[in-house]
């Protein structure tokens, strides 16, 4: 099959997933939750364990939110930093920072921040381990929680012998790419 017939096709299986029948699920994001309680108490982190969540498929990291509040849902104000690091089933037991060469997840005098992802990896493979737990916590709060918001980067169009790379591009079976332009 040609490299143009191959692309004809896929444009035609796009312009189908666009015209999806009402009610047929649309590919969108995932989270990853991170959640720390303190049982109706200020949080005692010193009580915490790390949490782990296995990233479910390939995915990139678009933002990462970190809250306090309170029982009622409301936002209270404290002091906190996250610990969030990343391994592999095959290194489990050893891990690197998420944050790289960036700001870990921080609260400062806050209830929410809109992490900087300046610096982080922000790249994963189905299977990564992501292991997150508080370092620092001061204040009243009863619970912490951390989100992030990834989105897939390798979306199947169909055509056994082509992926949607997410982006600009289209990778073939055979490695080679097409790049599609506005």
């Given at each position: 099959?040609s490299?143009?017939?191959?692309?004809?096709?896929?444009?035609?299986?796009?312009?189908?997933k666009?015209?999806?029948?009402?009610?047929?699920?649309?590919?969108?994001?995932?989270?990853?939750?991170?959640?720390?309680?303190?049982?109706?108490?200020?949080?005692?982190?010193?009580?915490?364990?790390?949490?782990?969540?296995?990233?479910?498929?390939?995915?990139?990291?678009?933002?990462?939110?970190?809250?306090?509040?309170?029982?009622?849902?409301?936002?209270?104000?404290?002091?906190?930093?996250?610990?969030?690091?990343?391994?592999?089933?095959?290194?489990?037991?050893?891990?690197?920072?998420?944050?790289?060469?960036?700001?870990?997840?921080?609260?400062?005098?806050?209830?929410v921040?809109?992490?900087?992802?300046?610096?982080?990896?922000?790249?994963?493979?189905?299977?990564?381990?992501?292991?997150?737990?508080?370092?620092?916590?001061?204040?009243?709060?009863?619970?912490?929680?951390?989100?992030?918001?990834?989105?897939?980067?390798?979306v199947?169009?169909?055509?056994?012998?082509?992926?949607?790379?997410?982006?600009?591009?289209?990778?073939?079976?055979?490695?080679?790419?097409?790049?599609?332009?506005?």
């Amino acid at each position: 099959m040609s490299v143009d017939s191959q692309l004809d096709a896929a444009f035609n299986l796009l312009l189908q997933k666009a015209f999806r029948a009402p009610g047929s699920p649309a590919l969108r994001p995932g989270g990853i939750d991170f959640f720390w309680g303190g049982g109706g108490l200020p949080l005692d982190i010193s009580l915490t364990d790390p949490l782990i969540a296995e990233v479910p498929f390939a995915c990139r990291l678009v933002w990462a939110h970190l809250f306090a509040g309170d029982g009622a849902a409301g936002a209270v104000p404290v002091q906190a930093r996250v610990e969030l690091r990343m391994t592999s089933l095959s290194g489990f037991g050893t891990s690197s920072p998420v944050y790289g060469s960036g700001s870990p997840p921080l609260l400062t005098t806050a209830a929410v921040n809109n992490c900087a992802l300046d610096g982080w990896v922000i790249n994963y493979e189905t299977g990564d381990l992501l292991i997150a737990w508080p370092t620092v916590f001061v204040g009243t709060a009863t619970w912490l929680a951390l989100t992030l918001q990834v989105r897939p980067t390798e979306v199947p169009v169909g055509i056994t012998t082509v992926t949607d790379n997410a982006g600009s591009d289209m990778t073939f079976n055979d490695g080679s790419t097409v790049e599609f332009r506005q």
